[in-house]
Structure formats: C-alpha cells, structure tokens
C-alpha cells in the first residue's frame, strides 16, 4: 500500500513487523516472507542511517527495533496502524501476528 511513498515493498513490510513485533532480526524477516536476506539488509541499513532504526548487538545477533528518539515516531506509527487496518485479514494473519511464545520443540507446523 505505501510502496509509492518507501519506494520499496520490503521496507514497508519491514517497518509493518516492526510495528506489530516491536523487535526483529533480518533474517527472520527474510524467512517470514520467504524472500532474500541481502535486499532486506540493505533496507534496514537503509532506514537506521536515516534514523528511523536503531539495532542493538544480542550476542551475534543484530536486533532493529524503532529508534524512540526519532523526531516523527508517532506519526509513523499512526500511518502504519492505519495501513495495518487495510492489510487483507489472511496477509495480516500470516505476516503481522505477533508470536506470542517460543514453539515447543517437536511441535508440527
């Protein structure tokens, strides 16, 4: 839906996840979109030199959440809720429903 505005469908689904996870890793949002992870990386690279970002090291895993300090934070994430509302309901179930715990280990998909 923004794509004509972030000139990129990645960007919008990842700026979308984040505002439903809060916190992610690129390459689960590569995996949760069955996409590449080098495209996805560049957008986020992208986006933390603009400010829009920030990551954190956990361990050897770079984390990207919303920089809270961004001066437009807010109106982002009021734009976003509102693109989230217009999402197809299947498309916002199978990409942008929070997990709520880890899966149990053997559990089928």
């Known amino acids: ?5 972030f000139n990129s469908k990645i960007k919008e689904r990842i700026l979308l ?3 439903v996870r809060k ?3 690129a390459r689960d949002l590569a995996a949760i979109f069955s996409g590449s992870l080098s495209p996805v ?4 690279k992208k986006l933390e030199k603009g400010g ?3 990551s954190r090291l956990k361990g050897r895993t770079r984390l990207y959440s ?6 437009f934070l ?17 498309e916002r179930k199978k990409y ?8 149990r280990a053997g559990k089928p998909l």
């Open 17 to 19: 996840t984040l505002l």
């Open 23 to 25: 916190e992610l890793y």
């Open 1 to 5: 839906m923004l794509e004509a505005l």
């Open 74 to 90: 807010k109106q982002i994430e009021g734009l976003l809720t509102k693109v989230l509302s217009f999402v197809p309901a299947y």
């Open 96 to 103: 942008y429903t929070p997990r709520l715990r880890p899966r």
């Open 66 to 71: 919303f920089n809270p300090r961004y001066p």
């Open 41 to 44: 990386q560049n957008q986020l």
């Open 52 to 54: 829009v970002v920030v």
